[in-house]
């Protein structure tokens, strides 16, 4: 079993709050992932992390930011929600080629 | 741009039942190939890794193939139980060891006691 948490699992936020989803591993790992799931839809990359202080881009365009100021912590903010952000958000983290996946924070914005 | 497809969407079937469940991606230059199972409100969980070097996984009921050059995987099902209803996504690894992943859409079985 993964150590992989993420927090909230669940959340219903009214448009224009801020929020962020929180993403901690206890396995040491550098490197680090965000995964957003439309429902229904495909898992598609939005964020990556080789280490701290390292944060990249990933193939979906997303008005999401996020921050590595520790190896284990790897947090997503959206500074203001819109009913498009309402997804589903994945953490993970890898070691080698094995990647570790969280259980997903669902996000519902009205 | 990598695109992965995964046929069929969604199967049910009777328990006991042998199946096969399909994916195809257009870049032959991956690093490897994984399935993973997602259960409702849950999160992934990795099945088989299949290296590109490598033609199949199995890891007891479970056996997937890959063949790069046709761009195609299967995942093989023996003697499906209830418990393995699920979401089963496909997904292809290409830069940072393989870890930067291209999912397909899944396809949703259901096996039906």
């Known amino acids: 079993e993964a150590d992989i948490y993420q927090t909230p699992r669940y959340l219903v936020i009214g448009t224009g709050k801020k929020i962020t989803l929180e993403c901690s591993q206890t396995?040491?790992?550098?490197?680090m992932y965000w995964y957003q799931q439309d429902p229904g839809m495909e898992l598609h990359l939005i964020h990556y992390s080789y280490g701290v202080n390292s944060t990249e881009k990933g193939d979906l365009s997303s008005e999401s930011t996020v921050s590595r100021i520790r190896t284990e912590h790897f947090p997503l903010t959206l500074e203001s929600a819109r009913p498009s952000h309402t997804s589903q958000y994945l953490c993970a983290s890898s070691f080698g080629n094995t990647i570790y996946f969280g259980e997903g924070s669902w996000l519902t914005v009205v | 741009k990598q695109e992965v497809t995964q046929i069929p969407a969604a199967l049910s079937v009777p328990e006991g039942e042998n199946l096969v469940l399909n994916c195809s991606f257009t870049d032959s230059a991956i690093y490897n190939l994984q399935w993973f199972r997602q259960d409702p409100g849950k999160g992934l969980t990795s099945l088989l890794l299949?290296?590109?070097?490598?033609r199949e996984q199995t890891s007891g009921r479970l056996n997937a193939s890959l063949d790069k050059s046709s761009g195609r995987s299967t995942l093989y099902i023996a003697a499906s139980q209830p418990g393995d209803s699920a979401t089963y996504l496909c997904a292809v690894g290409l830069g940072d060891a393989g870890n930067m992943l291209t999912f397909g859409g899944g396809t949703r079985l259901m096996v039906k006691p």
């Open positions: 299949i290296q590109s070097s490598q």
């Open positions: 396995m040491g790992h550098d490197k």
